[in-house]
């Protein structure tokens, strides 16, 4: 039986680290508020003129290189993002040309936060259908050119970078300790796309917007729909909420990681957290994630994971393998 199994793992922030007492300078907040909040304390910014496809292929270029590979052995780039280079073509092509590769084919998912699940999802299927034998799955943004720098509710909470993961197919048995893709959940609900959005876009405005949210509601659609995703992925799994060893959540912010992890009745030891680090990064949040705990060993070869997200639409879902 064909399974999806990560090979390499990579990310890329870009060099400006931006602390909390830099918004200080312009906004009426404080440190303690962002902190005590959101659980951030810093994050990156891209530089001027450094773009999406410029994080990502430096982060695939890291998974590459973590996998063993080149990029001429990749079948297919699946890219998440909400903050593309351009409107087409799609930001993965671009990825595409600046590593080199000259086949195969590449496209970017758009799911906001719930990019990489998506985009997981989709490197999943391809793989099982037999259209590519070898993906990499991408997430990038540049959260930071879509913020309303007079909203303190909203530019606070988010960062720039990427992470990538590089998936080649393989034959196991077909069960659960088998390493690999197990699962998949997705979701969305169209009815609640006012609470997270972008106010612009190409065909309502010709403009591109900023983000806006109601965080309230967004915290709690965000515990409610990961948990149950969490536990709906493990029950196609066919593994235990017990049988985990690691969950890898979207990391948006620590209220959320911990309300969802206590619903779960998962031990905080379990739970990867970089959010103090990264701030909420979007799609590049669960790659950048997964990618500094195999750097800090707190993810190795075997593991059995859990990883979640949700953002606008409201898009969410989760993905169970064993790493
Ligand atoms: N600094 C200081 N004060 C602030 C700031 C700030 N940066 N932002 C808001 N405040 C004030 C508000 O104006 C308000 O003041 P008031 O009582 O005088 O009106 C007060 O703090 C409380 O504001 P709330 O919005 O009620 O604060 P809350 O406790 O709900 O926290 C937050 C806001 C952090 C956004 C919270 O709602 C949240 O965590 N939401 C989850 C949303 C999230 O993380 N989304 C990420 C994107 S979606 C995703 O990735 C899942």
Redesign the pocket.
Known sequence: MTRAVVRGVGHYLPERVVENDW?TTF????DE??RS??GIERRHFAAEGQTTSDLATRAAGAALADAGMDASQIDAIVLATSTPDLTFPATATIVQERLGMVRGFAFDVQA??AGFIYALANANALILAGQAERVLVIGAETFSRIMNWED???C??FGDGAGALVLEAAQGQGTAADRGILATDLQSDGRHREI?KVTGGVSASQSTGHLM?A??E??RH?VEKLATSTLDVIAKAGVSITDIDRVVP?Q??I??ITRTAQKLDLPMEKIVVTVQDHG?T?AASIPLAMSVAQDRGELSEGDLVVTE????GLAWGAVVLRW
């Open positions: 918004f906004l009426d907040t404080s508020w962002i909040r959101s906001v936060c303190r509710t909203t606070v909470l997270l949210m965080g309230k967004v915290f965000a979207h948006a912010n209220r959320i909420n979007s997200a949700i953002g606008g």
